[in-house]
Structures are given as C-alpha cells and as structure tokens.
C-alpha cells in the first residue's frame, strides 16, 4: 500500500496545537505500525483549510490522478478541509482516481457508507470549528475598537501604531500635513485633483510612498480617524488617540465633499459607457486611458483621460484628453469602411502568410527541438519521481529540481503552441468579399442596435489597440476575422474631426 500524507497549518507553527513537523512524525510512526504500508509522499500547505485552492493539496490531487499513491493519509479531518462541500469534493477526486483517505485520529473506512457519512460529520464539527474561531476573533476585535484600538488593514496617513498599547499615535513625519490638507480644501478651496498636484509638487508621498493621487487625497479628508474615531465593521467608535483635525473643520470638508459632487455613495450610476474602455493607450507613458467626465452648465461631457494624468497630474503625463462621443464615433466609422476595402483584407493576410512561409522552415526546426525538450523534460520527472519511490533520492533532494523540470516543461509546451500557431499562419486565407460584405452588415447591426455589453465585446474582439500619440494622431490597430491575425501598415486615407485625427493599422 503505497501512502501519501497531507499536512497544513494555518499561520506560523510557533502558533499551532500540531506544527507540520509534530503532524508529519505522527503521520510516519503511524505508517511505520500498519503492516504493508510504505510512505513514498509528502505534501504540506500553510494556509487556510477553508478553501481548496492550496499548492500542495493540487499536487497531491494531480500525483492522485497521475497513480502516485494508494492511499492519503491525514493527522485530522480538519487538516484536510475545513468547509463540508470542500471535503465532499476532495474526497470525491480522490475516489475518481481509486485512491482512499485515512484519518490518522479518527478511524473510520471511507470505502464504506457508514465511514463516508463519518467523514461528512466531521466535516461539519471541523467547518463550526472554524466558524466559531472567527466568531471569537471578529468578536474580540469588536472590543478591542470599542476601546479606541487600531484592528489593522491599511493604516490612516498621519499615525503610526503604537506595538505596547495597539492605539494610534501621531506620525511626526506626517501628521503636520493632515490639518493643512483639510485647512487647504476648506477654506483655500482647493479641489482633491489641485491638492494632489500641490502635494506632489512640494515632495510629499503617500504611506505607501507614491505620488498622491486625487483618490488618496479624497481618502484623507473622508476619514473619521482624524477626529478621534476608529471604524470597525460599519460602527464608530471613540478613540484616545489624539485629534489631528477640529470637529467644526472636518464637518465643514464633509459639507463641501457632498456639495461638490465627491461623495462617492451618491453620486449615480454612469448611464453612458465608454464602449473603448481598455483598448485605448497612451504612447507617451504606455498607460491606458479611463473615462472620465466633467459637469457643464447644461450638460456632462464625456471624455477618455490617460490614467498617469488622471491619477497624478499633468506633470507626470500631459496627453490630451479625447472627447468621447467623437473618438467612439470615428472608431467604428473606421472599423466599418474597413469592411469595405477587400484589399486590404487580401494584402493583411498576404503579408502574414509570406512572412509565415518566409520563418516556416526556422519554426518547423526549433518546434522539432521543442518536442524534444518536451520528451527529455518528462522522462527527467519520471527519473526523479521513479528514485524517490524506491528510496534513493530523499524529497528534499528531489522537490526543487522537480519545480523547475515542471517549470521547463511548461515553458516548452507554450512556445509548442506559439509555433504551431505561426506555421499554420502559411496557410490562412482572407475573406472574401462576400463574407466580408456579411460581417460588415452584422457589424453595422451590432453596434447600432445591440446591446451595451454585446457592443463592447464585439469592439474587444475586433480591436488590438488604439494608441494616442496627440489629438492630431490616434491610430486604431483593427484585427482581422478568422484566425490569421496578420499585422500590417496599410490606408491612407485617415477619419478627421474638428477635435480629432484617426489613422487606422492592422495589428496581430
């Protein structure tokens, strides 16, 4: 009976009732007593039993499937799986693969129904377990905010935790600042996106130690900590920590955030999507652009912002902003006339399968030798695997050049469909113009009278994408339907707008 075990902790073994190597001498003196039996694995995780996504539970599943071993033993059920349908699960792939579970503490068969149903209620002792502990956890941090303490997470700009009493106090380096960016937003009346500026320009960074952005900057002057209060779990609780900024001050930023349109939960979902959201990128910083709008007297227009300009400033990416409606409209516009050019269809793909044919034969040989890492990668693993199960490698010598065997072989089946995807390339055709006249009708459909989500995943499949030099300069990178995918520097002819200027490409 050829035995893996599987043991997990939870955090660091200074902190466990059963540390992975008091699991692990348990599990082995246990295999040592039953007659037959030979431990030829091990596999381990550090994380929580609540969820099945661990490193070394998928190895074992994967050398379960692969017939590595007859049998997994665990210390405890709740060392396996901490949730019922997670248990339910795994002892389901293990039975898919003809392989048992053994509990080396709770004797039960789980090739029986009476040992299954026993494995099943565990699983539900070792989920209330669980449950239960983050009761007692939530609870004691409940207490501990109702005394002022800081729980954790991200820590507010201008306080550092004190490690003796777990109660904020001041950060000298940064606390002067927090009363002079609220002073500035209230009475200096500047905007968050004018104090981001302000605060970059004069060298001050975040805690984290980036450039301030208008979200950090609005992030600040929300933040209840400033007047002695600590959030937990949707509650307010009073702080001794010292106050950083008066009541009457920070109730007054709070009036102007709402009067300014910048408290985030009332402001109104966007009824106008921006369908090129993702594609279009900035070529001065390599950035995408988001959308963005801005309030008029009569109106919201709608625009796409370079993200580095939008989060940072003008002085760390100055692109122009593009006006939305007009960029949207000239996309499509130019997607569709291209439907029209079959030229440019026959030349697109021409071009890729000279270029495929012209690299066909460097492809066909280094795929050759492609295969033939891929063979010599597995037989290696089969060698290493073959010597640990008879005992002449130890796990320790054998884990680390297994990972990069794995490693190597993974790489090598990659590039394997990287080349073959460029050999077929040879052989691809362009459609015709009837087809072409089809999909230029169903795309005119689409993008009129489809839905916003069709439209924008339509847009996402056709486009590679729309790079932005300035306002004089947006060139739209289309893909070409079925499968060739060639790259190519074609038309003249380029969409103008009073605000705007297109040059459309091709791209793979």
Not at 57 to 81: Q, W
Not at 368 to 373: D, F, I, S, T, Y
Not at 377 to 394: K, M, N, P, V, W
Request: proline share 4%.
């Amino acid at each position: 009976m050829r035995v893996a075990t599987y043991t997990r902790i939870s955090t660091d073994e200074d902190h466990q009732p059963y540390s992975l190597e008091a699991q692990a001498e348990r599990l082995g003196a246990y295999v040592k007593s039953q007659p037959d039996w030979e431990l030829t694995r091990r596999f381990s995780d550090q994380a929580s039993g609540a969820s099945t996504e661990r490193p070394g539970l998928k190895r074992a599943l994967a050398e379960a499937r692969a017939g590595r071993f007859d049998l997994l033993l665990v210390y405890r059920v709740d060392r396996f799986s901490r949730s019922v349908r997670g248990l339910a699960q795994l002892l389901e792939d293990l039975d898919a693969a003809g392989v048992a579970f053994r509990s080396a503490t709770e004797p039960f068969d789980t090739t029986t129904a009476a040992g299954r149903m026993m494995v099943q209620m565990l699983g539900v002792f070792a989920e209330f377990e669980r449950a239960t502990i983050v009761d007692r956890v939530i609870a004691g941090m409940e207490r501990k905010a109702a005394r002022g303490g800081w729980c954790g997470g991200s820590r507010p700009f201008g306080y550092d935790v004190d490690p003796q009493t777990g109660y904020l106090t001041p950060a000298p380096t940064e606390a002067p600042l927090v009363p002079v960016i609220f002073d500035r937003y209230a009475h200096g009346r500047d905007g968050a996106r004018a104090l981001a500026v302000w605060l970059n320009d004069a060298g001050h960074r975040t805690k984290a130690g980036r450039p301030w952005s208008h979200t950090a900057v609005l992030t600040v002057l929300r933040n209840p900590v400033y007047v002695g209060k600590v959030f937990f779990r949707d509650a307010l609780h009073d702080g001794p920590h010292p106050h950083l900024v008066d009541d009457k001050l920070f109730d007054r930023v709070q009036a102007l955030l709402s009067e300014r349109g910048e408290d985030y939960s009332k402001r109104a979902s966007a009824t106008s999507p921006f369908l090129l959201a993702g594609l279009v990128v900035c070529a001065r910083c390599g950035k995408h652009f988001v959308g963005t709008s801005a309030v008029g007297n009569r109106y919201r227009y709608r625009y796409y912002t370079c993200f580095t300009r939008q989060r940072y400033g003008t002085k760390y990416c100055d692109a122009e902003r593009l006006p939305a409606e007009e960029l949207d409209a000239a996309v499509l516009d130019a997607l569709i006339h291209t439907y029209e050019r079959t030229d440019l269809f026959d030349k697109a793909v021409s071009a890729a399968r000279h270029r495929a044919r012209a690299e066909r034969g460097n492809h066909a040989q280094e795929l050759a030798v492609v295969e033939a890492g891929i063979t010599k990668a597995e037989d290696a693993i089969e060698r290493y695997l073959s010597a640990f199960e008879s005992g002449t490698l130890s796990e320790a010598q054998c884990a680390k050049r297994l990972e990069q065997l794995a490693t190597k072989e993974r790489d090598l089946r990659e590039r394997r469909e990287e080349l073959t995807v460029a050999i077929q390339r040879a052989s691809a055709t362009a459609p015709d113009a009837e087809e072409l006249a089809a999909l230029r009708r169903q795309l005119e459909k689409s993008l009129k009278n489809g839905a916003v989500p069709a439209r924008k995943a339509l847009l996402q499949a056709l486009l590679h994408e729309i790079r932005v030099e300035g306002r004089d300069r947006v060139v739209p990178w289309f893909r070409v339907p079925g499968g060739a995918n060639p790259k190519v520097r074609a038309l003249a002819r380029s969409a103008r707008s009073s605000r705007l200027a297109l040059t459309w490409l091709f791209a793979a």
